[in-house]
C-alpha cells in the first residue's frame, strides 16, 4: 500500500474526501490528526536552535546516561 500526502485548494477538499471515501481500502486522516500540543512544538523549536556541534553522538549520550 502507499501512502498519499496532497495539498489542495479548500474548495476541493470537500470533494477530494468524498472521492477518497469510496475506496475502501483507504484510511484517511484529517489535520486535526496531526495537531502537536505546546510541549511538542517548544521541544522541536529548541532543538532547530541548537548548533550541531551541541548534539551527542549515541555512544556518548550512552555512556552519560551509564555514568561513565
Known sequence: MKQL???IPDYYYKTFMEFFKR???A???NES???MDEKTLSILDA???TPLEKY???E???K???GI
Do not use: F
Open 60 to 62: 556518548e549520550s550512552n
Open 23 to 25: 475506496i475502501p481500502e
Open 27 to 29: 484510511s484517511l486522516l
Open 56 to 58: 551527542l553522538t549515541r
Open 47 to 49: 532543538r532547530k536552535k
Open 33 to 35: 490528526d496531526y495537531v
Open 64 to 66: 552519560k546516561l551509564k
Open 5 to 7: 500526502t496532497i495539498n
